[in-house]
């Protein structure tokens, strides 16, 4: 249980296109996500929390603007990168946790790999 | 924190050895904690969590230790197989406030299985 699907799991496009990531929960409602942006060999770097019904906690120094996220249903949330540029060249994963529970892990998609051109 | 420029740390062992990873969180107030593994582009899976009033889990050939006097967090992974060959993560949970499950993540740790 606790699936979490990410799609797609790779986009290459031009620099200046703008991107969509769906990160879905497929077996519990999730009224928490989390969006995770990560280099080679480092670590996982929080971007934001996507909270179903409401606007997103970015956390310091992400674009709110830069980086969309929407959360409309319990069960999907979208992060979308606008005019994507090289530098925004990454590995961007998503996590869900499940509504209602206290102390429990997170629950990671396989990530996208992001390549801009 | 951010670990940019800096290289993960490394472990080798043999096959059939027990490994050990360590981590240490600075966080005093945080209450739960989990290891994670995470093998090439893909996401990090769970292995083993641990609440703050506890200081020892057992898992499947793993366990996880938490001594809240130094801060500090171990995974232990008995009789390492190739297939453990990842890289690990710890990562805390602080308690309260307005983070509902956001996580902190440690550096990370390569480990390599040779047969």
């Known amino acids: 249980g606790a699936v979490v699907s990410q799609h797609p799991s790779r986009v290459i496009c031009k620099s200046g296109t703008s991107v969509k990531i769906e990160c879905r929960s497929l077996?519990?409602?999730?009224?928490?996500m989390f969006w995770y942006r990560q280099f080679p060999k480092q670590s996982l770097m929080l971007m934001a929390t996507?909270?179903?019904?409401?606007?997103?906690?970015?956390e310091q120094g992400v674009e709110k603007d830069k980086f969309l996220i929407n959360h409309a249903s319990l069960t999907l949330s979208t992060l979308t990168v606008t005019s994507a540029h090289p530098e925004d060249s990454s590995f961007y994963i998503c996590?869900?946790?499940?509504?209602?529970?206290?102390?429990?892990?997170?629950?990671f998609g396989d990530g996208t790999r992001l390549s801009i051109l | 924190g951010e670990s940019v420029g800096l290289h993960l740390p490394t472990l080798s062992v043999q096959e059939g050895d027990n490994s050990i990873i360590n981590c240490a969180y600075s966080n005093s107030a945080s209450d739960y904690f989990i290891w994670y593994k995470q093998e090439s582009g893909k996401g990090p899976q769970f292995i083993i969590d641990?609440?703050?009033?506890?200081d020892k889990r057992q898992g499947q050939r793993v366990t996880v230790l938490l001594n809240k006097t130094v801060k500090h967090l171990s995974l232990q992974i008995a009789a390492t197989q190739p297939g453990d060959s990842a890289v690990y993560f710890c990562a805390e949970n602080r308690a309260g406030g307005t983070s509902y499950g956001k996580l902190t993540f440690g550096q990370g740790t390569i480990l390599t299985v040779h047969p």
């Open positions: 996590s869900a946790i499940i509504a209602g529970i206290p102390n429990q892990p997170q629950h």
């Open positions: 641990i609440r703050s009033n506890m």
């Open positions: 077996d519990f409602q999730a009224t928490t």
């Open positions: 996507s909270n179903e019904g409401s606007k997103a906690t970015y």
